[in-house]
């Protein structure tokens, strides 16, 4: 065999059997780079700057360099994704037909993955971002946590979801959020009141200065002390009661939360590079965001949730756990339309309206991970939007996904 064959053969071998697979495509742009910092290197901030426009990039590629993180190591021998030719993809917006990198050069995405179950189909970065960067999560991380509340449940580290959350954490006791069921808070159904509008004088930005600066966290928490609902009547979105569930985890398990996701979720689905989760000075992870890993391992934990909790044969977290978790309620509190204008809500998890059931992790500035456990069609989006929350700023990727959906969202 000759020296080209050779190479050749090989090459077949690295790409799944396919010669014109290809791998991830970097691009050193993205839309309106220069704001961003790009004639700089997009310099990293400090924790006072880390959020101005030019240093957003690095915050959003290096946040655990900014805050004490705890690692969650990798697996030994990572799970391989196969990969095929990238194909041609067009997405419907604003009444017109566009090619992907339309999309691209229209939105400031980190990074865009899209895989169908086990093979990748389409792997971009920009910004000068790599495969080798760990993104932060920001609220995608709730989901997380939710799903590792199921674990626990299974293991009988915790016994019910109607437990109270003092029950786990006696710093609770006397509390409204000790008094609120963990069923309530895996809802946010809580009734308790919590501000998050993202101004930097709400009550996400009390709660983080409190946490960042050495704060207990369960007096953290406690401070919201007034229920303005009655429990399991209205959905309001607040990071405080995923802040509540992760004590309660903590308590429950007995190991820190990026310990327990390492040992029941990160290693046995063969996450190829360590990810970290900020902690606050107690050591305590915030579970409410700040999760940090890289894109394919967000694939990963994509497709873990599109076979509903199951890897290779073997079921990390339980399937009716998942399913509870990303189911719609026909009517009620959590209902599209009513949790929210367009999504529904689970535990910890946005709903998409309709069937078939189909649900996305999301996080501010525009983290998302869209799951559609029927065709096992995963889209994971990371990017550095200007603002926290945008109006109308998720009508864009759900046209891209939707368009994903009808071209390869058949099982």
């Given at each position: 065999?000759?020296?080209?064959?050779?190479?050749?053969?090989?090459?077949?071998?690295?790409?799944?059997?396919?010669?014109?697979?290809?791998?991830?495509?970097?691009?050193?742009?993205?839309?309106?780079?220069?704001?961003?910092?790009?004639?700089?290197?997009?310099?990293?901030?400090?924790?006072?700057?880390?959020a101005?426009?030019?240093?957003?990039?690095?915050?959003?590629?290096?946040?655990?360099?900014?805050?004490?993180?705890?690692?969650?190591?990798?697996?030994?021998?990572?799970?391989?994704?196969k990969?095929?030719?990238?194909?041609?993809?067009?997405?419907?917006?604003?009444?017109?037909?566009?090619?992907?990198?339309?999309?691209?050069?229209?939105?400031?995405?980190?990074?865009?993955?899209?895989?169908?179950?086990?093979?990748?189909?389409?792997?971009?970065?920009?910004?000068?971002?790599?495969?080798?960067?760990?993104?932060?999560?920001?609220?995608?991380?709730?989901?997380?946590?939710?799903?590792?509340?199921?674990?626990?449940?299974?293991?009988?580290?915790?016994?019910?979801?109607?437990?109270?959350?003092?029950?786990?954490v006696?710093?609770?006791?006397?509390?409204?959020?000790?008094?609120?069921?963990?069923?309530?808070l895996?809802?946010?159904?809580?009734?308790?009141?919590?501000?998050?509008?993202?101004?930097?004088?709400?009550?996400?930005?009390?709660?983080?200065?409190?946490?960042?600066?050495?704060?207990?966290?369960?007096?953290?928490?406690?401070?919201?002390?007034?229920?303005?609902?009655?429990?399991?009547?209205?959905?309001?979105?607040?990071?405080?009661?995923t802040?509540?569930?992760?004590?309660?985890?903590?308590?429950?398990?007995?190991?820190?939360?990026?310990?327990?996701?390492?040992?029941?979720?990160?290693?046995?689905?063969?996450?190829?590079?360590d990810?970290?989760?900020?902690?606050?000075?107690?050591?305590?992870?915030?579970?409410?965001?700040?999760?940090?890993?890289?894109?394919?391992?967000?694939?990963?934990?994509?497709?873990?949730?599109?076979?509903?909790g199951?890897?290779?044969?073997?079921?990390?977290?339980?399937?009716?756990?998942?399913?509870?978790?990303?189911?719609?309620?026909?009517?009620?509190?959590l209902?599209?339309?009513?949790?929210?204008?367009?999504?529904?809500?689970?535990?910890?998890?946005?709903?998409?309206?309709?069937?078939?059931?189909?649900?996305?992790?999301?996080?501010?500035?525009?983290?998302?991970?869209?799951?559609?456990?029927?065709?096992?069609?995963?889209?994971?989006?990371?990017?550095?939007?200007?603002?926290?929350?945008?109006?109308?700023?998720?009508?864009?990727?759900?046209a891209?996904?939707?368009?994903?959906?009808?071209?390869?969202?058949?099982?």
């Amino acid at each position: 065999m000759t020296r080209f064959a050779v190479l050749a053969f090989v090459a077949l071998l690295l790409v799944g059997g396919d010669a014109q697979a290809q791998g991830p495509v970097f691009s050193p742009t993205g839309p309106d780079a220069e704001g961003y910092g790009a004639a700089a290197g997009f310099p990293p901030g400090t924790v006072l700057t880390a959020a101005q426009q030019e240093h957003l990039v690095a915050t959003y590629s290096h946040f655990d360099e900014l805050v004490p993180a705890r690692v969650v190591a990798r697996a030994a021998a990572p799970w391989p994704f196969k990969r095929v030719a990238e194909p041609a993809i067009f997405y419907r917006f604003g009444g017109q037909r566009h090619p992907i990198q339309d999309y691209l050069d229209r939105n400031p995405a980190t990074g865009l993955l899209i895989a169908k179950d086990d093979t990748i189909l389409y792997e971009h970065y920009q910004y000068a971002r790599t495969d080798r960067d760990r993104l932060v999560s920001q609220s995608m991380a709730k989901t997380i946590a939710a799903m590792l509340v199921g674990i626990a449940l299974a293991e009988g580290s915790i016994k019910s979801t109607d437990d109270l959350a003092a029950s786990y954490v006696p710093a609770l006791a006397g509390t409204e959020y000790g008094a609120t069921t963990l069923r309530s808070l895996l809802q946010m159904t809580s009734g308790i009141a919590f501000s998050e509008v993202y101004d930097n004088a709400d009550d996400i930005a009390q709660l983080s200065r409190d946490l960042v600066e050495g704060k207990d966290p369960a007096a953290s928490v406690a401070r919201f002390n007034t229920r303005v609902a009655p429990a399991g009547a209205r959905f309001q979105y607040a990071s405080s009661e995923t802040e509540v569930l992760g004590l309660v985890l903590r308590a429950a398990t007995g190991v820190p939360l990026a310990d327990y996701l390492r040992d029941k979720i990160w290693q046995p689905i063969g996450a190829e590079a360590d990810a970290s989760w900020v902690i606050d000075h107690t050591g305590q992870e915030l579970a409410f965001c700040c999760f940090n890993a890289v894109l394919r391992d967000y694939a990963r934990l994509g497709r873990l949730l599109a076979h509903d909790g199951a890897w290779e044969g073997r079921q990390l977290i339980p399937r009716q756990w998942v399913l509870d978790a990303t189911t719609l309620s026909a009517d009620g509190p959590l209902a599209p339309g009513t949790a929210t204008p367009y999504f529904g809500y689970g535990y910890q998890t946005f709903l998409f309206p309709g069937a078939p059931r189909r649900f996305a992790l999301m996080g501010i500035r525009g983290q998302i991970i869209m799951v559609d456990p029927a065709s096992k069609l995963v889209m994971v989006h990371t990017a550095v939007r200007k603002q926290p929350s945008e109006e109308g700023s998720h009508a864009e990727p759900i046209a891209l996904w939707l368009s994903l959906l009808a071209q390869f969202g058949k099982p």
